[in-house]
């Protein structure tokens, strides 16, 4: 199957810093998807970006199909920014990575 | 909001019994993904339906099973429990073919 590897494991930001999450996947893909978990263990849907750039407010996110990688990028992060970042990728089923634990400190 | 509802939020239950995990899609949505969230395993998919009919299955015991209802709900049923089994399992829909999924909040089932 599709393997999924995310960068970094564990991340740790003083409030206002940005940063990048990565996401690498081992065959092409048809489908796409970050997603964040809060500490109460909700799934949000963040993007579905199969290929091509998006931006929702702070967050932005690329994926190069053709190199098989996915950036999360978090600017200006917040308190409310911390917790468990998947990337999930799919040809049939989503396939997800182990995600980065991210913590934003005030 | 994901649209998506997942009943009961919380269950907690002994080793040996048998428990049934509820889901209802996103208005529209003809496909139901159920996937197991443990602290060991990570999230791996289990299940998927498809307007009724099972479409893949993935990493599911046969300690479990599910269905896709006309009304295209979906229900997990998992039985003859062990402590392993303690774990947030969450349903997610999507129109079907390669389409965004979108999940909901999640059961988190403790066996005790």
């Known amino acids: 199957g599709i393997q999924v590897e995310q960068s970094p494991p564990d991340l740790i930001l003083q409030e206002g810093a940005n940063s990048t999450l990565r996401c690498n996947f081992s065959?092409?893909?048809?489908?796409l998807q970050w997603f964040h978990q809060n500490p109460w263990g909700q799934l949000i849907n963040l993007f579905y970006?199969?290929?091509g750039t998006k931006q929702n407010g702070r967050l932005s996110a690329t994926t190069v199909a053709t190199e098989r990688y996915s950036l999360l990028y978090i600017s200006s992060s917040q308190t409310t920014d911390s917790g468990v970042y998947f990337c999930?990728?799919?040809?049939?089923?989503?396939?997800f990575g182990e995600g980065t634990q991210l913590t934003v400190n005030p | 909001d994901s649209g998506v509802t997942q009943t009961p939020k919380h269950l907690i239950t002994a080793t040996g019994q048998r428990v049934t995990l509820r889901c209802s899609p996103r208005?529209?949505?003809?496909?139901v993904y159920w996937y197991q969230q443990s602290l060991d395993q990570g999230l791996q998919f289990l299940i998927q339906?498809?307007?009724?009919?099972?479409?893949a299955k993935g990493n599911i015991l046969e300690r479990f099973s599910a269905q896709q209802f006309p009304d295209l709900h979906s229900e997990l049923n998992l039985s003859s429990l062990e402590l392993g089994d303690s774990a947030l399992y969450f349903c997610?829909?999507?129109?079907?073919?390669?389409?965004?999924?979108?999940f909901g909040d999640g059961t988190r089932l403790s066996i005790l």
């Open positions: 997610a829909s999507s129109v079907g073919g390669v389409q965004p999924q979108h």
């Open positions: 065959d092409s893909v048809n489908n």
């Open positions: 970006i199969p290929s």
């Open positions: 999930a990728v799919a040809r049939a089923r989503l396939t």
């Open positions: 208005s529209g949505d003809l496909s």
């Open positions: 339906y498809y307007n009724g009919e099972e479409r």
